[in-house]
């Protein structure tokens, strides 16, 4: 099967036919387990009680479902563009990358995950910590694939514009940012993955709304079934939102697969 192919609409429904088999087996198995084991509901609830419970509070997981998915949205917009505008800058200033470059390499030692309270003392107990926090733990990789999909424009095409005369603005604008796409598309990828972990976390240190903070509040009165809801819309979302932006950058990219396609 050629990559065209993969994202063709029969290879998508045929990849959506795998997920949906795959998520029937796991729900089947864990049901099983259940029945089996006995094991006491607060422990580990059944699927079937899961979706009782996602149905009975519906109303209660959508009304904190939206503030997170909020949190994940802004958050991935704005970590994107500053990703890409940081990547952009340090391909056009030298002293950008002697500066900028070792204090982003060194600020990756530093847990992610432990500068939520500190982002929550700053920023309080609303939406823009999470944002932050989703932000920050995105940053990095789209500057860093955006980044080396810039350096590693085709020698050749580089030559080429030179001997033309392009100016090395007119390079970056016209031949090393529509090549740098597909890995931008990848880091992209990376960040719809994190953008709802980092909420969740912040949402987990301090809030008052989220599906983190409902999970820690179920988690509390010793609501496991009601915690797996809200953790089963999470992933849920999670899904949709990759699913989302990998239809987007295979449109950005459609080029790319189009030229290896003909090879």
Known sequence: MSARDDFSPRGVRARVGDAVIAAIVVVALWQGIVWVTQVPAFILPGPLLVAETLVANAGLIADHATVT???????????????????????VSP?????????????????????????????????ASKIAMALLIIYFPVVSTFYDGLRRTDAGLLDLARTMGATPSRTLIHLRFPAALPAFGSGLRLAAVYAPIGAVIG????????LGYLMLLANGRAKTDLMFASLFVLALFA???YAAVSAVTRRMTSWSRESTDTM
């Open 69 to 91: 998915i909020a949190e994940v949205l802004i958050g991935l917009v704005v970590g994107a563009g500053l990703g890409a505008a940081t990547a952009l800058h340090l391909m």
């Open 95 to 127: 002293t950008a990358r002697r500066i900028a470059l070792p204090i982003m390499v060194f600020s990756q030692a530093v847990p992610v995950f432990a500068l939520a309270p500190i982002l929550t003392l700053w920023l309080g107990y609303g939406m």
């Open 203 to 210: 949402e987990w240190v301090g809030a008052s709304k989220g």
């Open 239 to 241: 899904v949709v939102l």
